[in-house]
């Protein structure tokens, strides 16, 4: 399974937000597929890991974006 071609394809609203301090999945797969799908939205969070448990704003901001999201 090739997850930058199946990603290009959806034609769906998409939503990431990934840390950049992620030791399990390097945040530079999250960019790629957002820059192969048109309606991909990006967030980065710097200094940030894969569970949002470095800062606890982090995750709340997260979170609020992700609702955000979901009501457009």
Do not use: R
Not at 60 to 71: H, R, S, V
């Amino acid at each position: 399974m090739n997850i930058f071609n199946n990603a290009k394809n959806l034609n769906k609203p998409i939503l990431i937000i990934h840390g950049n301090d992620d030791p399990f999945v390097d945040y530079h797969n999250s960019v790629k597929i957002s820059q192969k799908n048109k309606n991909a939205k990006l967030i980065l969070i710097e200094n940030e890991n894969h569970g949002f448990k470095k800062d606890e704003k982090n995750l709340k901001y997260a979170c609020d974006e992700t609702a955000k999201f979901i009501k457009e």
